[in-house]
């Protein structure tokens, strides 16, 4: 079982910045990679960026691509969203995940989410 701790969201105006955090509980994380998806209000979740845990490659949606960037810290088991040049369609919560298997889509665990509002 890996729990999942989100922290960074808040009140930010359009072109601010804010960085989310993500812990997983344990000594060391054993999964592929983790990822970073959000939900507008009336609106399906979404993809925004994944990083595979051992190589450190990354992956982002178009949306937020040259934006945002995704990194992880191994001793920390932590994985950060640094989130720049914010824009109000980004207002949403923020929810980690993990997928524990290379294999596959399906993503293993998620965190509670974290509201960003970014205000025009």
């Known amino acids: 079982q890996v729990q999942l701790v989100e922290s960074g969201g808040g009140l930010v105006q359009a072109g601010g910045s804010l960085r989310l955090s993500c812990a997983a509980s344990g000594r060391t994380f054993s999964g592929y990679g983790m990822g970073w998806f959000r939900q507008a209000p009336g609106k399906e979740r979404e993809f925004v960026s994944f990083?595979?845990?051992?190589?450190?490659?990354?992956y982002y949606a178009d949306s937020v691509k040259g934006r945002f960037t995704i990194s992880r810290d191994d001793a920390k088991n932590t994985v950060y969203l640094q989130m720049n040049s914010l824009k109000p369609e980004d207002t949403a919560v923020y929810y980690c995940?993990?997928?524990?298997?290379?294999?596959?889509?399906?993503?293993?665990?998620w965190g509670q989410g974290t509201q960003v509002t970014v205000s025009s």
């Open positions: 995940a993990v997928r524990m298997e290379a294999v596959g889509t399906e993503y293993d665990y």
């Open positions: 990083i595979v845990w051992s190589i450190g490659s990354t």
